[in-house]
């Protein structure tokens, strides 16, 4: 059974950074893409995703160049730093893992089989 658990949320000021973490267990990491999405009105946002391996990386508009995806397989981990923050940034971040479809839809959280409880991160201005 594959269970994911999101940590590294809270509060945090405006301008500052952070890092969540997402541990896997029971997944085949190496053939898992790993994403973070975040809780918007309506629909889970999607913000980055890395490759099995950590060879690819994608990032959506709204977070590029703030922020960085990477993973240590060895430890089933996978990270998020965003960087700087704004109040906007304030929501439950999740991170999903998806071991059967292709690489061109990253981008739809309901291609993922697998999601975590989710860790809140409040920007404070």
């Known amino acids: 059974q594959v269970h994911l658990v999101e940590s590294g949320g809270g509060l945090v000021q405006a301008g500052g950074a952070l890092r969540l973490a997402c541990v896997a267990s029971g997944l085949n990491m190496n053939a898992a893409k790993l994403a973070w999405f975040r809780q918007a009105p309506g629909e889970r946002e999607f913000l980055a995703v890395i490759?099995?391996?950590?060879?690819?990386?994608y990032y959506a508009d709204s977070v590029k160049g703030r922020c960085n995806i990477s993973r240590d397989n060895a430890i089933d981990t996978v990270y998020l730093q965003l960087n700087p923050l704004k109040p906007g940034d304030t929501t439950v971040y999740y991170c999903p893992a998806d071991v059967s479809d292709p690489w061109s839809q990253m981008r739809i959280a309901s291609t993922y089989d697998y999601w975590g409880q989710g860790t809140q991160v409040t920007v404070s201005s």
């Open positions: 490759s099995g391996r950590g060879a690819l990386t």
